[in-house]
């Protein structure tokens, strides 16, 4: 009715004179480069480029731009899309070269020390295979592993690629759902409306996935990036058959200049980022394509032949450039600066280029194998790299120190009102021996109780015979809970002496809210810190009656900090002191407030995470001094409350200051260690500042 045609012939019109993919544009590969290259800078620490990362949100809309307009052409010219053929174009692209990165990855990883320090390898390795990283990362992350592997700056090889994660769920997902998009639009305009209400849907939920789970599921959650890639595929469905206007090609340099500033003036952590704010970048990218449609300068000086060459080979570069840039760090190679940087980008772009020449494009255009073997091929060789991995690999191993559950139970806290007396009957001594014991051969079994320990006497006052067991609560982090369980398989072979249990928060001092400064980035503290210190702590001293609490800090309360912005507070500036006098105070009238016996703080030995003696602020025994002087003013404003134990002493007189079999990571005691140390030094401690003998 009114129209030249009828809609069926148009439609079968349409598809005869309209071709199933879309016109190459080099300019756009020029976007690539610069996407790629703003990464490198990022990653190579130039100065100037601390935003640098967004490049990759640009690759996010660049590709929901390429990868929707092809769909739209494919549907267009053939009626529906055909996705065997879509998924085994993308196996056959991307693959390959993902999958040999990882080999090599593994293989460097058992024939090198590399990534000895890297716990959790295995599980990015099959998460990097199964295009599920951001979500192993964001799982894992503020766990021991990751925490003590970046307190040491050990970078994953395989790190990034959460972000090829994210574009490689957007491929398996989207053609399904651009299918069922161009059912339920029927119209062109439509369609635009649907994909419109679900953009707009996933702009607002990034920040609202920001506010509710943080900063890093922000940045890593698939649902919170996903505006970025729908952006440009909102733009390849709205330019979709229609001729884009040349006064368009202002936005193109309008919207270069926004990214350059923002790459510039965005901060390496924290702000916009990390706040829900990247779909503004994805907008932003989005006028740049749309600007790049029409001829002008800035799309000629895009499809230089440099930037086309960096861009065809963008992939190759994204994904080795991340491991070769941790393996060629200034400790291996002896030199920094620019030429460091240099030699890792030499080294990048060489080996895209073979990679690119000799092993990508060779296998995308191989001819004469269909879909099923492609699929075929793909699963399989996936399945066979993570089978190596999980026999290759080591697991993770983050929990070396931890307590059986039994010992747990047997060494639980009554909670009965009982008395903690002395009794009128004969006074047993548990005596301190008058020189310190040699170095003890940690392999070995450590006696029962100290009790059971006959040495030379010194003048301090024997343990008299108590009515009930002493309680105690280790409290701290991993470094506490390592030595805590120690304490507690102690108590649960003491049964008559003493009952323990920990409670204890990983990656948390003692030092409140606001920032610290770890490997140059600043980090938010959790609110799980601040919780466990305000309630969980307090309430179970008060639950249990505690006789003693033993406060064990060592890496976070060293650190750098902030709570207002700028520079932040080292630990020896008198800022730094009263604000460790304050929280520490703070904690410990809380626990005397609700009960607690005693309290004691330990001076305990000086970490040196995975032993690579890197002179991190945690190294650093100034630092740590500072916090013993804390503990002493803590001390001394409640005698026969408060005490001190110095852990750090006696691990220099026992020799165990500097042995690794000891501290296997250079940070938490072993097991054995720890129950020896508990037996013949920290369990008396406690007894006797829950009796007021120290």
């Known amino acids: 009715m009114g129209g030249p045609v009828s809609g069926e012939a148009a439609s079968t019109r349409t598809r005869e004179r309209r071709p199933s993919s879309i016109a190459y544009q080099p300019a756009l590969d020029g976007v690539r480069a610069l996407a790629v290259l703003a990464v490198l800078l990022f990653h190579g620490e130039v100065p100037g480029f601390s935003g640098g990362y967004l490049g990759v949100s640009v690759f996010f809309t660049l590709s929901g731009f390429l990868i929707t307009s092809l769909l739209a052409a494919e549907t267009e010219a053939k009626g529906s899309v055909g996705l065997g053929a879509f998924y085994s174009r993308r196996a056959r692209r991307l693959l390959p070269a993902s999958v040999l990165l990882v080999v090599l990855v593994m293989v460097a990883s058992v024939v090198t020390d590399w990534f000895d320090a ?12 199964l295009q599920m990283a951001n979500w192993v990362f964001l799982a894992s992350d503020g766990s021991y592993q990751e925490l003590l592997q970046q307190a040491a700056g050990a970078a994953s090889p395989l790190e990034h690629f959460w972000s090829l994660a994210i574009e490689e769920q957007f491929y398996w997902i989207w053609p399904v759902a651009f299918v069922g998009l161009w059912k339920l639009g029927r119209t062109p305009r439509g369609r635009l409306a649907v994909l419109g209400a679900v953009t707009a849907a ?5 920040p609202l996935i920001a506010a509710v789970w943080g900063s890093d599921a922000a940045y890593w959650a698939s649902p919170a990036r ?3 890639i729908l952006l440009g595929a909102f733009l390849a469905l ?4 229609r001729t884009v206007s040349p006064r368009l090609w202002v936005l193109a340099p309008a919207a270069l200049v926004i990214l350059g500033v923002c790459v510039v003036t965005f901060p390496a952590a924290g702000g916009p980022a990390y706040s829900g704010w990247l779909p503004a970048i994805g907008a932003v990218s989005a006028l740049l394509l749309l600007g790049l449609q029409v001829d002008s300068p800035v799309r000629s000086a895009c499809a230089a032949p440099p930037l086309v060459w960096l861009g065809r080979i963008s992939y190759g570069v994204y994904l080795f450039h991340w491991p070769i840039f941790v393996v060629m760090n200034d400790e291996r190679t002896g030199i920094d600066g620019p030429a460091l940087f240099a030699l890792r980008m030499m080294l990048t772009l060489g080996v895209a280029q073979l990679s690119f020449m000799f092993f990508e494009q060779p296998i995308r255009k191989a001819g004469g194998i269909g879909i099923r073997p492609t699929l075929v091929a793909a699963g399989g060789a996936t399945a066979a790299v993570i089978v190596a991995a999980v026999i290759m690999v080591p697991g993770a191993d983050s929990d070396y120190w931890a307590t059986e559950s039994e010992v747990v139970e047997a060494a639980a806290l009554d909670t009965d009102d009982a008395p903690l007396i002395i009794t009128e009957s004969a006074v047993t001594a548990v005596e301190q021996p008058s020189e310190p014991e040699p170095p003890v051969d940690i392999d070995t079994e450590p006696s029962a109780t100290s009790a059971e320990t006959t040495t030379t006497t010194s003048t301090i006052p024997p343990i008299p015979e108590l009515s009930r067991p002493v309680r105690m609560i280790v409290a701290g982090d991993s470094t506490g809970e390592a030595y805590g369980n120690g304490v507690v398989s102690w108590a649960a072979a003491s049964p008559d002496t003493a009952q323990a249990e920990l409670n204890v928060e990983r990656g948390c001092g003692f030092v409140r809210d606001g920032e610290y400064l770890l490997e140059g980035e ?7 810190c601040s919780d466990w210190l305000e309630r969980d702590l307090p309430d179970r001293v008060a639950e249990t009656g505690a006789d003693v609490v033993l406060m064990v800090t060592t890496s976070w309360d060293v650190l750098d900090r902030r709570w207002d912005g700028g520079d932040g507070f080292a630990t020896e500036t008198d800022e730094m002191r009263a604000r460790l006098r304050f929280d520490f105070t703070r904690v410990t009238d809380a626990l005397l407030a609700e009960g607690a016996g005693a309290v004691v703080w330990v001076k305990a030995p000086i970490p040196n995470p995975l032993w690579l003696s890197r002179g991190t602020a945690q190294e650093q025994p100034a630092r740590h001094a500072v916090l013993h002087e804390v503990m002493e003013e803590v001390v001394a404003a409640n ?5 001190v134990v110095d852990l750090l002493e006696y691990f220099d007189d026992a020799g165990y200051t500097d042995d690794v079999d000891l501290r296997p990571d250079g940070v938490h005691v072993s097991p054995e260690a720890a129950q020896i140390i508990a037996t013949d030094f920290l369990g008396e401690q406690m007894i006797r500042a829950a009796l007021d003998l120290l």
């Open 226 to 228: 996903a505006a970025e």
């Open 202 to 206: 996933f702009v607002v939920a990034a």
């Open 522 to 528: 600043w980090f938010d503290v959790r609110d799980d």
């Open 639 to 643: 005698p026969g409350e408060v005490y």
């Open 118 to 129: 890297v716990a959790d390898l295995r599980s990015h390795i099959i998460g990097s295979l």
């Open 238 to 241: 709205a330019l979709a058959g």
